[in-house]
């Protein structure tokens, strides 16, 4: 019952921005799209989420298209640490305490 | 800054016998959780707890999970009697409030290995 859709794996150049995008063409209107990330098996990092307005932070942006079926996340600036597999995740906020894991984006960052 | 805090990092124990793992949540965190992760596979969520009470838990939380907050610090996910299939990583996570905000801190975990 996967919400989301994202590549497997993609590499990035260090330096570079990188985008990475998820589809979840099913969502509704009171889901929000949160994105974290899994370094080498250690817990899962928060980096971001929103609802239908872009987001920024100091680790990343999230576009979402105004239809709210996809999005991607933007890491402006990728470092060799940034290397880590980056779940995208479909989560209500009125009666969901989980997070859903799918595989998620492998990321390598490579010098 | 504020991290969760997991014990032991890992831990090997005989098929059958009960284990306890330990997490130390964020201090002014009123949400906590536990998810595992089999080597290879995805996180998966087991069990949501708040005010003393788990709140949503999973198909694979059956009987022989249990979870309790025995003091005002510590927070444990004990298994009964522990099969082979329970070897994975488990995380414990704690946020400040639970469907409000989204963000969950996440300890790094322990690997519990059964043989």
């Known amino acids: 019952d996967a919400k989301t859709t994202q590549p497997p794996s993609m590499d990035c150049a260090e330096g570079r921005a990188a985008n990475l995008p998820c589809n979840h063409s099913t969502i509704s209107g009171n889901e929000y799209v949160y994105w974290y990330r899994q370094i080498h098996s250690q817990g899962p990092q928060y980096i971001i989420h929103?609802?239908?307005n872009n987001e920024t932070n100091e680790m990343a942006s999230l576009i979402i298209t105004e239809d709210r079926k996809s999005s991607t996340l933007i890491l402006p600036h990728a470092t060799l640490r940034d290397t880590a597999v980056y779940y995208c995740i479909v989560r209500s906020r009125s009666n969901d305490y989980k997070l859903s894991f799918g595989a998620g984006t492998t990321v390598t960052v490579r010098a | 800054e504020p991290e969760v805090t997991q014990t032991p990092s890992h831990q090997v124990t005989q098929m059958g016998q009960e284990v306890i793992l330990r997490c130390v949540p964020i201090s002014n965190h009123l949400y906590f959780y536990w998810y595992r992760q089999i080597l290879g596979q995805k996180v998966e969520f087991l069990v949501s707890f708040y005010n003393n009470e788990i709140s949503e838990k999973s198909e694979i939380f059956d009987d022989q999970f249990s979870v309790e907050r025995p003091d005002g610090s510590n927070f444990t996910l004990k298994i009964r009697s522990t099969k082979l299939e329970d070897s994975a990583m488990y995380f414990c996570?704690?946020?400040?409030?639970?469907?409000?905000?989204?963000?969950?801190?996440f300890g790094q975990g322990t690997r519990l290995t059964v043989v």
């Open positions: 996570a704690s946020s400040e409030s639970g469907i409000l905000n989204p963000e969950a801190f």
């Open positions: 929103g609802l239908k």
